[in-house]
């Protein structure tokens, strides 16, 4: 079992950046990717950024060069880098961790970017 607590989530004005953090804990010898998910007002989760146990990254679209994923093996920590805000990028943002019979999820961080 893998534990992951969300963190750095708030209100923020567009253009501006926050950084959320996913604190790891559990069997993490079991994790091959990490990622961050969101899920807007009334629509479904979609996925933000994904980085795998080698160090390799990918992105939606919608957030190529703006976010960036990262990962702190001392620290078992997981960071999205979030920066020019926009307005749709107001969700909940949720922690993954996938892996050997493993696919856990965080309580979710609020991120809202106001106009």
């Known amino acids: 079992q893998v534990q992951l607590v969300e963190s750095g989530g708030g209100l923020v004005q567009a253009g501006e950046s926050l950084r959320l953090s996913c604190a790891v804990s559990?069997?993490?010898?079991?994790?091959?990717?990490m990622s961050w998910y969101r899920q807007p007002p009334g629509k479904q989760r979609e996925l933000v950024a994904v980085i795998t146990s080698g160090g390799g990254t990918n992105y939606a679209n919608s957030v190529k060069g703006r976010f960036t994923i990262s990962r702190d093996y001392a620290k078992n920590t997981v960071y999205l880098q979030m920066n020019s805000l926009k307005p749709e990028d107001t969700a909940v943002y949720y922690c993954n961790a996938f892996g050997i019979r493993l696919d856990s999820w965080g309580q979710g961080t609020q991120v809202t970017v106001s106009s």
């Open positions: 559990g069997s993490i010898f079991s994790i091959n990717t």
